[in-house]
């Protein structure tokens, strides 16, 4: 859970930190105190995209700091992203993660002591922390926002057949791109194909060798040169050799010869006496090499000219090749790859014959793969209905029924997949479109949410939703930024009811206008309004003061009679739930 959250520049908030607990956290104020903010600290340390406009007026920099108490069940995971980033858990086990934002949009963040990309922040805050905001409610009109959703009750079951089918929907659309490159494009294949026979037809009339353009320039180089060659070699292989003059093996022999004599005086000598004899043995054989080379070398002129002729044919020839074979590459070699493609060109009927057979059988594969899916969906939707239909009686709609429906999809996908023969469109989500439906009283007709249902009954989807998936949501934080809008009257009641269940399995932190739902807190958190939030205007509230506080919500006038004996009628009614559900009463 997030065990503490301290913000810095942020907004309307100079300076301040909250100390967070287990169970549901309610955070409350007059409207533009501040509340948004402490979750907009939370999102910017969470990895969200930053805005420089968040930055407070005097600050050059917004600085967001929490610790989290990580959870077994998450921490191997959150240990494996520590590890790459080279950060280190907190002397007490927690984990710290800080992030600032400039005001010329850059930020930085960290992860235990080390700095990270901002992306490092927001794959951690996946495994930690679930958001929601009144835009949830809208994401939850979208079918496909529906479809994840049952794919994640339906747990992971549901997540390894869907990597199976999207193993396969992959290699069939892999399938179909090859087909259409040979199919849309028979004429600019067979024309490329033209091409490569003309091409190769040039080259064989040439008929270039491997490494022979590289082989005749040295062998000119050396042609040219001739003379001068002979003369150097010549010249060298003398001063080597022995002859009326003393050469370099006489003078090394010599000198050898010499320390030979008294060696055995002075064993010292015999390691430069050693070294003597292995440069005399090195020097004979480079005279030898020198005579050989001499005795090898070809200076006919008719030689040349014939290099010079065939050197002339390999430039005409790339120069006819114009861009096909870029500078630098060897023809050889080239002409390998261009017969290999024309052999792929000229064969392609029977390819597309083959890739057509191919398709056929993948895509029957990913028939059979997508009807698995669409099976464990239709069980999931029936069982996620139901459980969503006893939520929403507990959130005061007990005549509401919502069904959550699986159907074959009508509208055109990436490809098609077989089922039983039958083509049938598909996508990398499967054949299915998912809807919820909601009837909203008994006698209503069940009609999708984005047609049929008002804001706060979309409210109370939208938590029922939450709290049956909270089983296969790994998370263990949930917050909520006024899910409740649109509630009011005995349903606020049963939303804030709803969420204190819910804060028995998990940290649950709202931000509200209700006192319904803030009376079911186990901890009442209050932001005051002024010029600049610090720690002093953000902090716990208990007894009278939480009275007060309430009595505002309910009234908008803390002093009022009634509305303190309201809220203490609704602090009275949340106690009795908690007791009732064998837990500890919210503090007062």
Known sequence: MIVSLAIRGLGVIEDAEVDLGPGLTAITGETGAGKTMVLSGLALLLGER?????????????????RFDVPQGQRPAVAAILDDAGGDWDADGSLLIARTASREGRSRAHLGGRSVPAGTLKSVGALLVAVHGQDDQHRLLHPAEQRQSLDRFAGDSMAQALDAYRES???????????????????????????LRDVLALIDDVRPQAGEDEALRRESDRLMHIDEIVQAVASAHADLEEREEVGAAGLVARAQAALDRVADRDPDLAGARDRLERLRMEIDDVGVDLSRYLGDLDADPARAAKVQERRAALAGLRRRLGRLVPEGVDMADWRADAEARLAELDDDDSRAEELRGQRVEEARRSGALAE??????????????????????????????????????TRAGDTEVLVDGVGVPADRHGIDEVDFLLAPRKGAPARPLAKGASGGERSRVMLALEVALAHADPVATFVFDEVDAGVGGKAAVEVGRRLAVLGRSSQVIVVTHLPQVAAFADRHLVLRPGEAVTSSCLREVTGEERHRELARMLAGQEDSGSALAHAVELLDLAAEAGQAAGKSSPSR
Do not use: K, N, W
Not at 55 to 61: A, C, F, I, K, L
Not at 375 to 404: D, F, H, N, W
């Open 372 to 409: 698995r899916v669409s099976e464990l969906r239709c069980s999931a939707a029936a069982e996620l209905g139901q459980r969503m239909t006893e939520e929403l009686a507990a959130l005061a709609m007990p005549s509401a029924r919502l069904t959550v429906e699986v159907s074959r999809r």
């Open 169 to 195: 929907h992959d290699a069939l659309l892999d399938i179909e791109r090859r087909l259409r490159e040979i199919t849309d494009h028979a004429r600019d294949r067979a024309r490329e194909a033209d091409e």
């Open 50 to 66: 930053t805005d420089a406009g968040i930055v407070r007026v005097g600050h050059e920099s917004a600085l967001a700091e929490g």
